[in-house]
């Protein structure tokens, strides 16, 4: 089992905080005359506020993942998730943060509204982690990693030794994205968690569960990082409809997601090959994904062409090692055949 000191990695602010006590978190009994917090008592269910530690939720998550609650913090996405690390560990000016590049765009995002010098490694020339340039970069003051596998926009998941090697050696948390997980071949690193006590795993419900519209992230690790996580979060921070609706989704529609992940990642597998055969394609990267990155010899036009044929995809030609890249999500077949009919006809 590695220890971490989660006391000592914390803002001294923090660790002191007094959080705010919340009405539903003082008294979370049902049944009762709720005279405690202002609401209207007219327009049910929606006139009362959401449990704040979204119990209910979690205690089907944890079935599913397989971690008991005190391990699952939920909130407004996983960018939410990213942000209160970064609150919670990091002291602006003095703190830094090291992550690769090319990866999601949210980590640098709010490393830099927080004030927190975000440092970069570059992966390899295959999309790997350069793990001994990462740990040369770490200093005392380096209190978060950030890695993403599958990564966005490489597609790529990187090497699980890799992997574990930088959870082994960096003495702060190693914040693992796992955004794109079920689309993986890899099954991820939440069987770790109980061996790993720096190890925090984000997931989230916008990918494979087809509910980005309700703003529900997970993240799961060692109950202290929780704990500090629940501590400074807005008392109510994930909405009613979004917790009926993922309970909903959990209990009744766990066929319907199995479904919809088998048909996207065959259509991944049918346009990745179909892909190879057009033209003006120069490389398709493989994907564990649920999208595709393609290099391609004219990234701007083809961008232009696509849109004005109401295709949007995203150019990712100026990002560090995608010189010429488009990055295509999966669609339905019908929009996959709409995209690929598009592109044969370019030179
Ligand atoms: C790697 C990665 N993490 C997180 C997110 C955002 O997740 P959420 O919708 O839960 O905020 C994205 C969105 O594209 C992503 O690519």
């Known amino acids: 089992m590695k220890k971490t000191d989660i006391e000592k990695l914390q803002r001294n602010n923090i660790k002191n905080l007094q959080p705010y006590s919340s009405a539903r978190s003082e008294y979370s009994g049902t ?9 209207n008592p007219n327009n049910a269910p929606f006139n009362r506020y959401p449990d704040p530690l979204q119990l209910k939720l979690k205690n089907e998550i944890a079935k599913i993942k397989d971690v008991s609650t005190d391990h699952i913090f939920l909130g407004n996405g996983s960018d939410e ?33 927080n004030e927190v010098k975000f440092n970069r490694i570059l992966l390899t020339g295959d999309f790997q ?36 090697k930088i959870i082994d050696s960096f003495e702060g948390l190693v ?7 079920d689309f993986s071949r890899h099954r991820g690193f939440l ?17 494979a569960w087809g509910l980005a519209g309700i703003r ?27 917790l009926a609706i993922a309970l909903e989704a959990l209990v009744k529609n766990k066929q319907a997601k199995d479904r919809w992940l088998e048909e996207i990642i065959n259509e991944r597998e049918r346009i990745s090959k179909e892909l190879t055969k057009i033209p003006c394609i120069i490389r ?18 083809i961008y232009e062409y696509l849109k004005n044929k109401k295709i949007i995809v995203r150019d990712r030609s100026k990002v560090s090692l995608c010189d010429g890249c488009l990055r295509f999500t999966v669609g339905t077949a019908e929009e996959n055949d709409l995209l690929l009919k598009a592109l044969e006809k370019m030179d």
């Open 191 to 207: 069987n770790k968690l109980p061996e790993y006590q720096n190890l925090v795993i984000l997931q989230t419900f916008s990918k």
């Open 81 to 113: 998730a990213i942000d209160l690390l970064i609150r919670a560990f990091c002291q602006p000016v003095t703190d830094n943060i090291l992550s690769i590049d090319p990866t999601y765009g949210m980590y640098k995002v709010c490393a830099d509204i």
């Open 31 to 39: 049944g009762a005359i709720f005279l405690d917090a202002n609401e």
């Open 129 to 164: 982690l350069d793990v001994s340039a990462m740990l040369k970069m770490v200093n005392k003051h380096t209190k978060l990693l950030f890695l993403c596998s599958p990564n966005n926009p490489t597609s790529n998941s990187f090497r699980e030794n890799d992997v574990m």
């Open 284 to 301: 398709v990267f493989p994907s564990d994904a649920n999208f595709i990155l393609v290099k391609v010899k004219n990234p701007g036009t």
């Open 175 to 181: 914040v693992l994205d796992e955004a794109y997980i």
């Open 216 to 242: 529900l992230g997970m993240c799961f690790a060692d109950s202290r990082v929780i704990a500090v996580m629940n501590k400074i979060k807005y008392p109510y921070n994930v909405n009613r409809p979004a």
